[in-house]
Structures are given as C-alpha cells and as structure tokens.
C-alpha cells in the first residue's frame, strides 16, 4: 500500500470511529431532551417532590464531595510521594468500590454499618443510622465516588516535581506548610476537576443508595419511582432534568479549562 | 561547620560514599569534580533534601544527620534554579522570609531587581539563578550550598555577581560550600578547595589563599582572571585543567 | 499496515457472522414476580424438557414488569404476578387480554431469629410487639407496590376485627417513611441484614426468602377468595401524601379490600404466544398444582379465568 493510501484510509477509520462513539453517547441524551425535557424544565416550578429530590442530591452529594477533599487529598499526596507502605493494597481498597455492583456496596454497606454491626450499634448511641437517612445516602455516594477523586487527585499532584516541596522545605517550610504552599497551588486545577467528576457520579448514584435509603429520596431514587407510578411520561423529565443538572458540572469543567494561563497568581 | 563522616547517600542506583571532609565556619570552600562524581547529591544531602543511608552529618557540631530540611538553617541553590512555577519572581524570592524588604534590597544588589513582577516562565536561564540566589539568600543563612550557580550568567554577570556574592559572605561570615567544575571560578572565589573523585573528596593544594577576584575578561592572548592576591592584582590566564 | 488492518476487521467479522436474533425459534420468555422464582422453578424445567423450548427468566417488582410492558415494548410470552391486582389495574385489556388466577395468596408478619423479640412473637401479641417502641417495621410502599397498601388494609381490617380502636393508624404510623419500601426485595434484604425487626409482606415473599413468618386469621390477611365481601369493608386512601405535587395520573385515590390471588396471563403482543398457552395450561393442570403446593403455593383447586380468553389450555 502506498504512504498516502494509508494515510487516506487511517483518517478515514478515525473519524468514522470517532463518529460512530460520540453518536453512541450523544445520541441517546438528544433523544432524551427531545421527548422530556421541556416537561421537566416546567415541573420544577409545580413539582416540589421534584425539587427537593434535586435539592437533597445535590446538596449530599456537595457534603460529601467536600469532606472528601479533605480527607482524600492527603492521602492522594501520600500515594503520589509512594510514601503508603503497602500502596498495591491501598489502590486495591480504592479501585473496589468502583468494580463491585452497585446494589452489593450498598449491603456492603449494611453489613458494616447496619443496625445490626458492632459499628451501627455505636452510630445508633449517637443518634445516627444508616438506612432511611441522609446518612445512608452519603455513605453510598462516597463509597462510589471518592476512589475517582483520590485517583485523580493523586495524578494532579504527582504532576507536580516533588524537589520544589523540598526546596520549599530548605526556605523553613515545615512539610505540610510547603505542600500548602507550593504543590496544592499547582495542582490546583487537577483537584477541582477530580472534586467535579466526584461530584458527578455521586449525583448519578442509584443502585448503592436505594439499598439503604428509598424516603428521603434523591433524584435518581424518585425517577426510577415515578416510572414504576407513572411509567415513561412520569419518568423521562425527571431523568432530563436530571441530565440537564449534570451539565452544570460539565460547564464548569469546560471554565476550568478555558485558557487561564498556567502561569503565576502573583501569590506568595 | 559541616562535618561529614563516612556519609554514604543513594541517589536512585546511584551511590555516593563513603565519603569524609569538614567545610569550616565563616569559609568559602569550593568543591570541584568531574560530572557524575555525585557533588549534587552530596549538597543535596547537607542541605536534607536527600535522605543519608550511612554515616554522620554535623552542622555546627550537632549531629542533623536525619533533622528534617527546615530545622537546619541551610540554604541551596540549584544549578537550574527549580524556582516555584506558580509564583512571580518576587514571590520566589520573598518566600522564606517575612521581611520583604530585605529581600527587595538582596534582589537590587544582585542584579534581580528588574526582574521583579515576572513570571517565571518568562525568565531566562541566568535571570533564574539569580532570582534562585536571591530566594536562598533573603533567609539569611549560615551556611549556604551552591550547586553550578552561575552558569547560565553571561561572564560579566557571573564575575560581578561571584563578587557581589564574596563581598556578602565577608560581611556576614556565612559559611559557603560552591560546587562547581570551572576551576578557574573556584580557586578565584574559594579560600579552600576540595576535590572529589570516584566518590571520594580529597584537599586540594591550597593555593591563592588570600585571592580575590577582580574581574574575568578576555584579550588578545584568550581569557583571563584579574586576582588581587595580598594587596596586588595578578593575572591569571584560564586554561582548561588549570590547577593553580 | 495491511496485517495490522486484517487484525483489526477479523474480530468484527467473526462476531457479525455469529449473530443473529438473540433467541432461537422455540422460546418461552417468561417475566415473573420475585417471589415466584422457587415455586415456578420445577414447572419451568418441566415444560422445557417435554417441549425442548429454552426458557428465558425475568424478574422484578409487579409493577415494575407491568411498565416493561406497556411503556418499554417488551413483552414477554407470560407474566406471571403473585397479586393479580396489576393486571386490571395495568394491564387488561390493552396489553393483556385474559389472566388465569391459580393460587391463594395472603399478608403476614415475617421476621427473623435476629429481630427483637422474636421468642415472644405469636398470634396474640404481635399487635403488642409490633407497636412497641423498640422495634423496626417495615413494610412496602403503597404508591408503587400492591403489597403496600394491601398491608395498610390488614391493618384496617385489624382494627375491625380486635376491635381496638385506631390501630390501623397507630400501626401504620410504627412505620416512618424510611422504613417504607419500594420493593419486597428490599424489604427483604433489609429484614435479612437485620436493619428491620419485621416487615409486613406476602406470604410467597416470606417463604421465599426463607424468614420465619405468622400467619393471621383469615378474617384479616386478606388470603380467602370466599371473604371478598368482607375484605371489602376496608378501605384505605393512597396518594402523594408526603409532598404537595400537582403532577400528573397518581392523585389521591381509594383502595378496597379484596382478596389476593396469584395471576399468570400471556400479553396480546407476546412473541410466542402458542408457547405461553402451553405453559400456563401446565400451571393450571393437575401436575402443575402439584408442584406448587410442592413449593407451598396454595394453589386453588379450581383456577377462574378472567377476561375474555377465545382459546383455553389445549
């Protein structure tokens, strides 16, 4: 074959799959916002079912993206400077949650954590059960979800050269202080993108949630409910409107790359 | 001052030592040694970046063989700078220390002052070393480690800065460890020279004790030092080797 | 480049060659409530041994089988529900013509040797521990699940029959929203992890999954075709009443008490509806009878049929 044939015909498999990809994915979201997603937009203003079924994912789902930065990140640190003894076993306890059915995390969780479990016994001393909660459905959001920002977070901050750290260390900076100081701020962006994708799939959770929490429910919880009641037409704007909430995150991915440049904040 | 004694450090696969030698207080010792001899790895290792595997580590007769890097008061600058990407050149050089305006008079004496409000991205391969030295200095060190410092500086630069530097170190009685590989620089800056070779750090012939570089410049007959050796100037031609 | 190319459309070859419908000519599809997965094993296995047809399973929820039906197109060549409530409700007649009612089904109280309790429970004083104030009891969504507001009937029929006053209210009120729902498999799990002390369910539920369960008096689980008149006098309001919706179809609306019966039909878009016939002639026969009770079904000796049915077991 001639250079050009194959170049000729490289281009054209790849576009064609490419093609072939993005229709598979977009394809069925137009479909969606086609039939139902006017309805939804109108329901917010009548359904208040609706709206608190948004209001309580994506608030939970902020709760617990937040306490997971703060717990996740210095372990995300600690994986990127592999100063975790055992880290084959750490990202294996990490990547599981991810791998194992959704429904099973969520007895998982139960078994751990249920009314019947040494731990759900003192959670219940201070109040606090798992099912039929807003606990329930936070624990099931952040088993899902915060492996994808640990993950993510330990390769933005593996990007940035650990030698600045120590640098930073030789100007007086106790080791938090110049992680503070100079790694975070650099690794900035990675973390945000990683908190927004965690976000995302704590937002879209249903199998691990309805387990242990149906009332209150969230929103993924009341779409599966009112196709059961109302079948399709109850169904599909509330899963629009669901989609059309997810494009908020996806937007403000889409900021956070936009062309800030990579360089200096003048910050100290 | 620094006392290094049978220190053995890993650097990757690579290890350095054992290796012995004392740096006084109040001295510019220089170190010279063929690329690869692990001179980098040794700062590293004073300055705490870089873990010791063997041996012991004194500075100012206290063991801080394993001390964390900000407990022992040295300061380093790098051959490339490795300044902090997410700052300016002002941030860099303010970094360590709270007293802003101090660090704004170091920068105007070495020549970084214009520099001030760049990013570092835009700086050239001098312009970072010198805002590295600023950023090292601005802490006001006892002891400071100096990898390859002015390579990247045009020589005019680099002999008034080398200078400006010397003149520092007098005034404050820092104690200078230079690693460098230009001999020349080395026996013009330093009172007292090491060498190191295959791992291992010998004394070299201590000559030009007293010397002081004027200026390096270049004619008709190639480059050469301008020295002040007790109370006269000198001139000392560079050659490659030269060990006098 | 051209070995690189032939690797890459090899695959795609081989598995366009393979395909193909994805279920051979002789095929019974068969969508079932969970709970009837053990009782119709043995009839399943029989009917494709003497037919040679392959048998395709799928369970789930009644009213979830209902809405694969009639708003996903997937019909399946029987469905078979263990409280027939679905199909008039659903299903007959724009999806499913006829139905066959072919066993007894009832409300009990099912729990396990974990739940708080569980020595002292019996048919005196499950009122009693059911109310107290330290034990969980869950029970299923009357929105979204017959069980649900069958349950809530038993409690009214309850409150009749022992004459206590207000105990249908008190007892659904041991019940917080986070206790109620969507499903009896959740239910069940729930029970069985021991997050519940007792849930109110179908006895064809409570045998499945194995739990220790009471049965009530007749009077009140709603389990004997002949107490239809009975049964009727309970009445209980279901809609949205924890939120102020103004949405669509599922306004407030009144249940009745009736009898629970077992219900298998063939839709009217069944792909293999020849099939689906045979296989419920097998339910309804003798045999077949037979191995439900086998499986503590309590099959009914004469099944009725309900709908207009212009063909009848061969």
């Known amino acids: 074959m001639t250079r050009r044939r194959t170049h000729v015909m490289a281009t054209v498999l790849t576009i064609g799959a490419s093609c072939l990809l993005l229709a598979l994915l977009l394809w069925p979201m137009v479909a969606l916002q086609w039939r139902a997603g006017l309805t939804g937009v109108r329901l917010l203003a009548s359904d208040a079912e609706l709206r608190s079924a948004l209001a309580l994912t994506a608030s939970t789902a902020t709760i617990v993206t937040l306490v997971t930065v703060l717990l996740g990140t210095p372990l995300a640190w600690l994986l990127a400077r592999n100063r975790i003894p055992a880290p084959a076993l750490v990202n294996a306890a990490l990547e599981l949650p991810l791998l194992v059915p959704h429904p099973v995390v969520g007895i998982a969780l139960l078994l751990a954590f249920g009314r019947a479990s040494a731990a759900g016994q003192a959670l219940a001393s201070i109040g606090v059960a798992l099912t039929g909660s807003r606990w329930g459905i936070a624990a099931a959001m952040l088993v899902v979800s915060a492996p994808l920002y640990v993950s993510a977070a330990r390769e933005a901050i593996s990007r940035v050269d650990p030698r600045q750290e120590m640098v930073a260390r030789t100007l007086g900076d106790s080791m938090s202080r110049a992680v503070w100081r100079v790694t975070l701020p650099q690794a900035r962006r990675g973390l945000l993108a990683a908190g927004i994708v965690m976000w995302a799939r704590a937002v879209s959770e249903f199998g691990a949630i309805v387990i242990l929490t149906y009332n209150p429910r969230v929103a993924s919880v009341l779409s599966y409910d009112r196709f059961t009641t109302n079948g399709l037409d109850g169904a599909l704007p509330v899963a629009a409107v669901l989609v059309l909430l997810a494009l908020v995150p996806l937007a403000l991915l889409r900021g956070l790359r936009a062309p800030s440049s990579a360089d200096a904040d003048a910050n100290a | ?244 | 480049m051209r070995p690189v190319f032939v690797t890459m459309l090899l695959p795609l070859l081989i598995v366009a060659c393979r395909g193909g419908s994805s279920a051979p000519a002789d095929t019974l599809v068969v969508s079932e409530a969970a709970s009837l997965s053990t009782p119709f094993r043995a009839i399943l296995d029989t009917f494709a041994r003497r037919t040679g047809a392959v048998v395709q399973v799928e369970n789930g929820a009644s009213l979830e089988l209902a809405r694969r039906i009639t708003d996903l197109h997937r019909v399946p060549d029987v469905i078979a529900l263990a409280d027939e409530e679905v199909f008039p409700e659903r299903l007959v007649p724009a999806h499913v013509r006829w139905y066959a009612r072919f066993a007894r089904n009832r409300m009990v109280i099912a729990w396990t040797d974990r739940s708080r309790h569980a020595e002292d429970m019996d048919s005196t004083r499950w009122r009693e521990i059911l109310l107290s104030g330290d034990v969980i009891v869950g029970r299923p969504d009357p929105r979204v699940a017959p069980a649900g507001y069958r349950a809530l009937l038993m409690y009214e029929l309850a409150e009749q029959y022992y004459g206590e006053p207000e105990l249908a209210a008190r007892l659904a009120a041991r019940t917080p929203p986070g206790n109620v729902r969507g499903s009896a498999t959740e239910l069940a799990a729930l029970l069985a992890a021991g997050e519940m002390d007792y849930i109110v369910e179908y006895e064809s539920v409570a045998r499945a999954q194995g739990f220790r369960f009471l049965s009530l008096p007749a009077a009140i689980d709603l389990g004997d075709p002949g107490r239809g008149a009975e049964y009727a006098r309970a009445v209980v309001r279901v809609g949205r009443s924890d939120s102020a919706s103004g949405v669509g179809t599922d306004s407030i609306s009144e249940r009745r008490g009736a009898p629970i019966l077992y219900g298998v039909g063939v839709p009217n878009a069944a792909r293999h509806p020849e099939m689906g016939r045979r296989f419920i002639a097998l339910v309804l026969s003798e045999e077949g009878r037979r191995m439900l009770r086998a499986a503590k079904v309590d099959a009914l000796a004469v099944p009725e049929i309900v709908g207009d049915s212009t063909s009848r077991a061969p």
Request: no cysteine; proline share 4%; hydrophobic share 40%.
């Open chain 2, 1 to 244: 001052m620094i006392e290094l004694h049978d220190v053995v450090v890993s650097a990757g696969e690579f290890r350095v030592g054992p290796v012995s030698f004392t740096v006084d207080a109040g001295g510019w010792t220089t170190l010279t040694g063929p690329a690869g001899a692990g001179k980098t790895t040794l700062l590293e290792a004073i300055a705490g970046v870089r873990r010791v595997d063997g041996g012991r580590l004194l500075l100012r007769g206290r063991d801080l063989t394993h001390a964390a890097p900000d407990e022992r008061g040295v300061g380093i600058v790098y051959q490339h700078g490795l300044l902090f990407p997410h700052l300016n050149a002002t941030g860099n050089m303010t970094y360590g220390t709270r007293d802003s305006a101090s660090a704004t008079a170091l920068a105007e004496r070495f020549g970084a002052a214009p520099l001030a409000g760049r990013s570092v991205s835009t700086l050239s391969g001098g312009e970072r070393q010198l805002v590295a030295l600023v950023r090292a200095l601005a802490r006001q060190p006892d002891v400071l480690l100096l990898d390859e410092p002015f390579g990247a500086l045009d020589p005019a630069r680099r002999s008034a800065t080398g200078i400006e530097l010397q003149t520092l170190q007098r005034e404050t009685g820092m104690t200078v460890l230079h690693v460098t590989h230009d001999r020349a620089e080395a026996s013009a800056l330093g009172s007292r020279h090491l060498a190191m070779q295959a791992g291992v750090v010998n004394e070299r012939i201590e000559t030009m004790r007293r010397a002081r570089l004027v200026r390096r410049a270049a004619d008709a007959e190639g480059e050469y030092l301008e020295v002040e050796v007790d109370g006269g100037l000198v001139r000392v031609p560079v050659q490659e080797g030269d060990a006098s």
